[in-house]
């Protein structure tokens, strides 16, 4: 050993040896936790880190599987229920063992299937792993398709014949969930997942593919009846729509007139529409027409008040002309030779005689300006409109009654001239036509509106009790007002008047005082006055010394106090 080492060592033994039981405890405590620290850090980084083994695992098959696991030695970690971790140098060999056990769970149909490899695996258990395979692959994809949370796909191959004639066809069977929210996939999406089963597979056609939704209804059998009246009553419903559409946008015609003119009464909308009724005609229509028109030689200047235009019946495109002239002796044809003519005796002598003969013909081929129309009717006509409307008159206000209880009212009725206007304004604004039988009816009705004039004349009894209390407390304000005044002032007036009367027995008083002492002074008689009297005497004085010298300040004097009284 190194002799500083062992230097070292003979210190710490010393230091050691100075400490009491306690520290000696404690430090061998520290340094036990300090070891096992770093033997399990050392621990934990020398293992490797694990990797997905399955996930997304039913609860059924992650306890055989992670049992089975546990029996054959292998060393796992798990996330919740349905994900299992193992070490990435022993996925292989636990997927090979699982899969000769037969664990392999019902969720994980892939092509990673193919990874595990068994020495002993025959043809048949290699067509199983190819059919889960492709299975699960076509599952996968189709969960990526809008609407779809899950799904399940069944392939079916046959087994090969020697005839081709006796073999059957490829089928596949999908069960789709859909996610929360969804209630059906649309007919676009149907056969797109359609499509893609089918092309996924080999040998396996469109109609051989079945889709079900989550409770097992085909839900790719677009030519069933069911699925034909409900195409129906779509189509039904969208022409109810159509319709109600046209007539709402009718209505709201017809209610944007008459608001103008019968919207702005007293007591609100004079007008109400009873019934409008729209009739579309769905039938589809094609029309041939063939048109005959005169040829318009000269056409109509439109600068011009009045017309040009100069029209003929037809063009002569080609004529022909014969004219034949014949004169001399004529016969008349007997028959064939060696038979007697049948002609009578006295008209046969007479058939040689002169004769005149004169043919004329003349042919005209004339050129029509026609027209050929192919006319193909849009899918909805307006066939038919019914319109009925109620016209009401208007009420005038005469003034209040003289106990004030309501309103004098008048009512103005609507004259027939001016229902015949409104009719007229309505058959244009609806594009009113007899010939297709069209009806229109606008009446003079009077609308109740007792409740109307009821709240009215309430309220305007209640504007009137508000008046009345209002001039009652006015009054009684301005009462209390002049009575308050009078009450201050008959008390300023008492207090005046009690100040005065003091005033003038003071000023008694003083002078009878005033008096006294002028009478003893005459006299000759020495008196002694109180301290009080003494200073009563000296302030009489002063005040009025002072009011002989500065008269002004005793006034202003004697008006501050009287104010402040």
């Known amino acids: 050993m190194p002799p500083f080492i062992k230097d070292m060592l003979d210190r710490l033994k010393g230091l050691y040896g100075k400490l009491d039981t306690t520290k000696k405890i404690i430090l ?14 050392g621990n934990v980084s020398s293992e490797k880190s694990s990797v997905v083994l399955f996930k997304g695992m039913q609860t059924k098959d992650f306890a055989a599987v992670t049992t089975k696991l546990g029996e054959m030695g292998f060393h796992y970690t798990t996330s919740g ?5 193992v070490s990435p140098d022993k996925k292989s060999a636990a997927m090979v063992a699982l899969a000769q056990e037969n664990l392999i769970p ?3 149909h892939g092509w990673d299937l193919f990874d595990i490899d068994k020495w002993s695996e025959t043809q048949f258990e290699k067509d199983i792993k190819k059919q889960r395979a492709l299975s699960g692959a076509i599952a996968s994809t189709l969960q990526n398709v809008k609407g779809v949370e899950k799904a399940q796909v069944n392939l079916a191959f046959p087994a090969e014949e020697l005839f081709q004639e006796k073999t059957e066809p490829v089928t596949a069977a999908v069960l789709l969930d859909y996610k929360p929210g969804v209630e059906k996939l649309s007919v676009k999406e149907i056969k797109g997942i359609e499509t893609l089963v089918a092309r996924s597979v080999p040998g396996l056609k469109k109609e051989n593919v079945t889709i079900a939704g989550p409770d097992g209804d085909v839900i790719n059998d677009f030519d069933n009846d069911a699925d034909k009246q409900k195409a129906e009553m779509k189509d039904v419903e969208a022409k109810f729509r159509m319709q109600e559409q046209q007539r709402t946008k009718l209505l709201a015609d017809i209610r944007k007139s008459l608001t103008k003119f019968y919207g702005e009464g007293v007591y609100g909308d004079r007008y109400d529409v009873v019934r409008l009724e729209t009739k579309l005609r769905w ?5 041939e027409k063939n048109e005959v028109e005169p040829v318009v030689m000269t056409p109509d200047d439109p600068r011009t008040p009045y017309s040009e235009r100069v029209v003929k019946d037809s063009l002569e495109v080609s004529s022909k002309k014969t004219t034949e002239e014949f004169k001399g002796n004529g016969f008349t044809p007997e028959g064939p ?35 050929h129309r192919k006319i193909k009717k849009q899918p909805w006509e307006l066939e038919r409109v019914n319109l009925a409307v109620l016209l009401d008159g208007k009420w005038e206000r005469l003034g209040v009654k003289a106990d004030q209880s309501g309103y004098d009212r008048k009512y103005l009725g609507v004259s027939d001239d001016e229902l015949l206007k409104v009719t007229d304004v309505l058959k244009k604004s609806i594009g009113f036509d007899i010939a297709r039988g069209d009806m229109i009816s606008v009446k003079h009705l009077q609308i109740d509106r007792s409740k109307q004039f009821e709240a009215e004349d309430e309220e305007l009894r209640a504007q009137v009790a508000r008046r009345k209390l209002l001039i009652g407390i006015l009054v009684t304000i301005i009462a209390l007002a002049i ?14 008047r009690r100040r005065l009367r003091e005033e003038e027995l003071a000023a008694r008083q003083a002078m ?23 200073a009563r005497r000296a302030m009489i004085e002063n005040a009025i010394n002072l009011a002989k010298e500065r008269p002004e300040d005793v006034v202003q004097l004697l008006r501050t106090w009287l104010s402040e009284d």
Do not use: C, H, W
């Open 512 to 534: 009878m005082r005033d008096a006294a002492l002028r009478a003893i002074e005459e006299e000759g008689v020495e008196v002694e006055l109180s301290i009080e009297e003494q």
């Open 106 to 108: 019902q969720g994980i």
């Open 28 to 41: 061998g405590s520290a340094l036990a936790v300090v070891v096992v620290a770093l033997a399990i850090i």
């Open 81 to 85: 229920t349905d994900t299992i971790y």
């Open 337 to 371: 030779a060696g038979t007697e003519p049948n002609i009578p005796p006295g008209y046969k002598d007479r058939d040689y005689q002169k004769a005149d003969y004169l043919k004329t013909e003349e042919i005209k081929n004339n050129k029509f300006n026609e027209t």
């Open 483 to 496: 009575a308050y005044v009078a009450y201050i002032f008959i008390k300023r007036e008492i207090e005046r």
């Open 283 to 287: 039938d589809k229509e094609e029309l």
